[in-house]
């Protein structure tokens, strides 16, 4: 793709973004970030993550837990694509043992399929 068109397709793209709703403009372009994520990390936005790390660092049990089940309350509902909600399982699961492992899918597919 020639440099001339790739540029026009930017602008198209940041006049497209501008043109959503910001909530609507935030789910798509995660979503597509997400996807497009495959090993290799991207360049941190605005660092973020670090921020987050430095925070999570400092902060008491009490107030991991309270931002923890806030923010796993909106993610439920956030449409991460299927790779980012495998990596958000991945986490969640990361300290467990096979047996609890499989203890939690018994019961989430119980809650999913009542006999």
Do not use: N
């Amino acid at each position: 793709m020639s440099p001339g068109l790739r540029l026009s397709r930017v602008a198209d793209l940041i006049d497209a973004i501008h043109a959503c709703h910001p909530d609507d403009a935030e789910q798509v372009l995660s979503v597509v970030l997400e996807e497009w994520q495959t090993g290799a990390p991207m360049p941190p936005f605005l660092d973020a993550m670090s921020d987050a790390e430095f925070w999570a660092h400092a902060a008491t049990f009490e107030e991991l837990r309270a931002v923890f089940l806030a923010a796993g309350r909106k993610l439920a509902r956030y449409p991460l694509g299927p790779q980012g909600r495998m990596r958000m399982i991945r986490r969640l699961m990361e300290g467990l043992s096979d047996g609890e492992r499989q203890e939690i899918i018994g019961v989430v597919s119980a809650e999913r399929d009542p006999a």
